[in-house]
């Protein structure tokens, strides 16, 4: 049997971590992230959560909702119907984006929830609202969080805890 923090060690990614580099890049942190570390959330939980076009369409639709929203610049002299066009545009792609993200996250909230059932045999609670609210760092922060919930099922449901890894001489 695997060990419950074998994901969260293998994505080494905190919670705190991945918001604040998502600031520091202004959004782009999460598409690095999810390019990189989709593949070990699927090998790990043994359940596809979406391929690497995904997050390349991803990556699309967000860098160009981006640049639209930069090159539509009001003219001042007077009406532009092609700064509302790109503006529409920018919208609808970053729509799209978000869209995307929500799909990515439900795909990856069901891989964990069916890795914790089948591997450890307990449900993983998941809350539908911050998945849709957070969806990406709600993952992340889902992820980190999995041996506490093992441990707070095992005592409600009178099991033994597993007792903590022990460090290992070096």
């Known amino acids: ?3 419950i923090s074998t994901l969260s060690q293998r994505l080494a990614t905190p919670t ?10 202004c959004g782009i942190w999460p598409l690095l992230w999810l390019y990189r570390k989709q593949q070990i959330i ?14 390349i369409w991803l990556a699309v639709c967000f860098g160009f909702g981006r640049q639209f929203g930069v090159m539509a610049s009001p003219d001042l002299a007077g009406y532009d119907t092609g700064s509302d066009t790109l503006l529409a545009l920018s919208g ?9 993200y929500i799909v ?9 929830r069916h890795y914790a059932l089948n591997t450890f045999r307990f449900d993983l609670k998941m809350n539908a609202f911050w998945t849709v609210a957070f969806n990406v760092f709600y993952i992340t922060y889902c992820i980190n969080d999995m041996p506490q919930a093992l441990a ?13 890894e022990s460090p290992s001489p070096q």
């Open 1 to 3: 049997m695997t060990d």
């Open 16 to 25: 705190l971590n991945f918001v604040l580099l998502t600031v520091a890049t």
């Open 42 to 55: 699927s090998e790990t939980t043994g359940y596809p959560v979406n391929g690497d076009i995904f997050v």
């Open 92 to 100: 609808l792609l970053s729509l799209a984006c978000g869209v995307m």
């Open 104 to 112: 990515w996250a439900f795909k990856a909230r069901a891989a964990l």
């Open 152 to 164: 707070k099922h095992r005592i409600i449901h009178g099991q033994a805890p597993v007792p903590p």
